[in-house]
């Protein structure tokens, strides 16, 4: 009975506390960070879709509006980011090192700095190394349930049972297990116990930036190809922030570096996608700090994923390729009347699996490269990783047979539809597959991987 009155002192209190500091809105919802929808690639899934947040399991079937009431869906391809993790071993490091900063250096009076340094307890060990957390498995298990009520006559029962939906992952746990999480939605939610589905671990298609040797030297291990990382890093924005920072906490100011930086923004953001709190590490940073940092992590996607070099992208031609033999094969079962074989294509990887190929695609493209010193003209940029890669992000392709040969490609990002870009208006909404090919046309008869990926490329 005491420690129940106890707890619910301290509820109370900090309950209080939290609302004076944050001036928040009675309306708001309390447990989420002002900064959460900054958090590029360690975002919650449901920043970018908040209708989810009130129901977990929602869909809105009117966002798929194929031209007539003929059309029928005959194939979906899902893409499909890993759910929320753990931290990797580096950044758990990293956190330590900021926490006993705070704890032993920092002298400043607010209650969330006393909160961390008297009640938070550094609960993140290095043997977590990435792997998926619970909330993960239920990203997964959740998305898989959606699909199957947007996409009823391809992700159902008799699909899965018929083995008409195949799955294939990375090899990597996190990437494992979200598999495993996503047959577990459907296997729940159809009651089936008689049954196990098997997946295909397959590591040249869903981790194929480890295997394209241009790439790894021109790139991924090549310092100097991040130098505009570098400087934004340097530079006077981030700066700044670090010093608010220091500030806050009331340190000298060369304690708070780079990774301190980056720690202290993790903090907030694991805290927030692992337990759904409000942590007061996340009082650190202001809105206008949060967008520098989703700056900084954004450039270096850019260079190291995006369209930054164009082997970036080439490196996902083996997926590219794959992608569209199998729309192709689907395309041409079901002119010919045949049933779609591979009626649902599950493939599980990361954010450097999805983000080269949306790029090979040319989604997200601005008119100007980031650079270290477009900061500010970049504000309105489209190529935002906070929207296109939170945990268990997916690109959608769905094709369609409208009957008469008409067959159309519909895709979303995250379940929202994106138009293929290059594509007219009119063409746009749910274009015919044969003018998604033409678009594509140079990519589809060349991009070729182990072309692209050779260290040294004859002139085209
Ligand atoms: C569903 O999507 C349609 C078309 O985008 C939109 O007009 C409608 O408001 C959405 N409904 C809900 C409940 O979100
Ligand atoms: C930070 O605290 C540690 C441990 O008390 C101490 O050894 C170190 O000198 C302090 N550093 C600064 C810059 O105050
Ligand atoms: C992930 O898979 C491993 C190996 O099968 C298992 O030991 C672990 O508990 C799983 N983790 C989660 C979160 O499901």
Not at 16 to 40: G, M, Q
Not at 305 to 313: C, L
Not at 401 to 413: E, V
Not at 437 to 448: F, N, V
Request: proline share 3%; charged share 25%.
């Amino acid at each position: 009975m005491l420690t129940f009155l106890t707890k619910f002192h301290v509820f109370h209190v900090l309950i209080i506390s939290c609302c004076l500091l944050n001036h928040v809105n009675p309306e708001d919802n309390l447990d989420i960070p002002t900064i959460a929808k900054y958090f590029n690639t360690k975002g919650r899934y449901e920043e970018v879709n908040p209708y989810l947040i009130e129901d977990i399991l929602a869909v809105n079937r009117s966002i798929l509006q194929p031209p007539s009431a003929q059309c029928q869906e005959i194939h979906l391809t899902a893409i499909i980011r890993h759910g929320t993790r753990y931290p990797t071993s580096k950044n758990v490091k990293e956190m330590q090192q900021l926490h006993n900063i705070v704890l032993h250096n920092a002298t400043g009076e607010e209650s969330w700095l006393r909160e961390i340094q008297s009640q938070w307890t550094m609960w993140y060990t290095e043997d977590m190394d990435g792997r998926l957390v619970q909330k993960g498995v239920n990203d997964h298990r959740h998305l898989a349930v959606r699909l199957s009520k947007l996409f009823p006559s391809l992700v159902s029962e008799e699909k899965l049972r018929g083995g008409f939906i195949k799955f294939i992952t990375s090899s990597k746990h996190r990437c494992v297990n979200s598999t495993l999480s996503f047959k577990a939605g459907l296997t729940e939610l159809w009651a089936i116990t008689d049954k196990e589905f098997d997946h295909a671990v397959n590591d040249a298609l869903m981790r194929f930036f480890d295997q394209c040797t241009r790439f790894l030297q021109e790139v991924s291990n090549n310092p100097s190809a991040l130098s505009e990382v570098d400087k934004f890093r340097a530079g006077p924005e981030m700066r700044r922030v670090t010093e608010k920072i220091a500030d806050r906490l009331s340190v000298q100011y060369n304690l708070i570096t780079q990774d301190m930086t980056d720690a202290a923004f993790d903090l907030c953001a694991y805290e927030f996608a692992i337990k759904a709190v409000n942590s007061p590490w996340c009082q650190l940073f202001d809105e206008e700090d949060a967008k520098v940092i989703e700056y900084a992590s954004d450039l270096k996607e850019f260079w190291k994923r995006g369209y930054g070099y164009d082997i970036n992208s080439k490196s996902s031609c083996i997926l590219f390729h794959d992608v569209f033999n199998r729309l192709n094969k689907a395309a041409s079962e079901s002119k010919s009347g045949q049933q779609v074989t591979e009626a649902v294509t599950v493939q599980v990887g990361h954010a450097d699996s999805l983000l080269p190929l949306l790029t090979l695609l040319g989604f997200f493209k601005d008119s100007d490269a980031l650079t270290s010193t477009n900061y500010a003209t970049q504000a309105q940029r489209s190529f935002r990783t906070s929207h296109m890669l939170p945990y268990a992000a997916n690109l959608l392709l769905v094709l369609y047979d409208c009957g008469g040969g008409d067959l159309r490609l519909q895709a979303l990002l995250n379940e929202k539809p994106v138009t293929f870009p290059g594509l007219t208006e009119q063409q746009a909404s749910m274009p015919l597959y044969q003018d998604v090919k033409e678009r594509y046309k140079e990519l589809l008869q060349g991009c070729d991987f182990e072309t692209e990926c050779q260290l040294f490329k004859s002139p085209a």
